[in-house]
């Protein structure tokens, strides 16, 4: 969710508003998929595929803490498997 904020921050007039709008939505669409199928996605950007996994790495890491404050934690995404997608995209030229 952080990523969609940043691109409503980012907004520098009306008239973008529109096309950002659903940027924001298909990108938000992109953080329910597992983090290979964002790495292999032909339609996102490298940029915006790290965005989006970098988002995923964060929220992972801060569920395993509340986890282990015993405070519940949600479904996620493995780190091992965001962190290996991360890398993948990472090696990509």
């Known amino acids: 969710m952080r990523f969609a904020q940043s ?5 520098s007039s ?3 508003a529109p096309s950002l709008a659903r940027m ?3 990108m938000t669409a992109w953080r329910d ?7 292999t996605a032909a339609s ?10 970098r ?3 964060l929220d992972a890491e801060q569920l395993a803490v509340a986890e282990e404050e015993n405070m519940g ?3 996620h995404a493995s780190l091992r498997a965001i962190r290996q997608a991360i890398h993948s995209v990472e090696s990509q030229t």
Do not use: F
């Not at 998929?33 to 790495?39: C, D, L, Q, T, Y």
């Open 7 to 11: 691109l409503h921050m980012n907004a």
């Open 14 to 16: 009306a008239v973008q």
């Open 24 to 26: 924001v939505t298909e």
């Open 33 to 39: 998929k597992a983090p290979n199928e964002v790495a």
């Open 44 to 53: 996102l950007s490298r940029s915006q595929k790290l965005a989006l996994l």
């Open 55 to 57: 988002d995923m790495e």
């Open 73 to 75: 934690g949600g479904e």
